[in-house]
């Protein structure tokens, strides 16, 4: 029979991974809306985020309630506080993938000046969704976590690239397109959320790596 640490501990693996699910699900949801240009996909993901802090406060709870009550054996209480910061980071990733949804749906409306940039931004959501999917799996994954890290690394490296040429891009076109500078801006601070989504990814592989194999905890 489980422990009743053991039983906490389960369950808060479980709603993780359920939270993961949700967040992976929305970012398929805004792929298929940036490829069609359909702001129906963004309103999905955008529902399906709606309850998402909730769902982590109600994590957070228990993980603190854990910590409090029972007495954890060290791997374990490595575990619980890294969950405790993983979650805050899934929280943030959602927070920059409801911005971006939002933001899509206002260049639907107004597509003229968006459609220059369209591909750099497919490419550059490819790969920081890439990251994120990447570095959640890790958490229920049962192997040491040091091959998914990497291409975390590498699908955040691709995301810092793509968005430096874009940001090149759109600066220029800024230079030559006055009137239309409010919108450029605005498109560059979008696509920042998406270079923001990587960094995030690598933080939750970073924590994961440590939940896994202990030593010195390194988020920067």
Excluded: C, P, W
Aim: charged share 30%.
């Amino acid at each position: 029979m489980l422990s009743r640490n053991e039983e906490k501990l389960d369950k808060i693996r479980e709603d993780i991974e359920k939270f993961s699910v949700v967040i992976i699900q929305a970012g398929e949801a805004i792929f298929e809306g940036l490829k069609k240009f359909d702001a129906k996909e963004f309103e999905n993901a955008k529902n399906m985020l709606k309850n998402i802090e909730a769902n982590a406060n109600t994590i957070d709870n228990d993980i603190i309630t854990s910590l409090a009550l029972f007495g954890a054996e060290a791997k374990d209480l490595r575990e619980l506080v890294s969950y405790l910061k993983i979650t805050n980071e899934m929280v943030r990733i959602t927070d920059n993938m409801r911005g971006f949804a939002k933001n899509m749906t206002v260049f639907i409306a107004d597509a003229g000046y968006f459609h220059i940039f369209k591909e750099y931004a497919l490419q550059l959501y490819k790969s920081s969704i890439g990251a994120v999917t990447v570095a959640i799996g890790m958490i229920s994954s049962k192997d040491d976590g040091e091959n998914a890290y990497r291409k975390v690394k590498v699908e955040e490296s691709k995301s810092d690239d793509l968005y430096a040429i874009l940001e090149k891009n759109i600066l220029s076109a800024l230079g030559r397109e006055l009137d239309f500078s409010a919108n450029h801006i605005q498109i560059l601070s979008t696509m920042r959320k998406l270079e923001k989504m990587a960094d995030r990814s690598v933080a939750i592989a970073k924590l994961v790596l440590y939940v896994k194999s202990g030593g010195e905890l390194r988020l920067y």
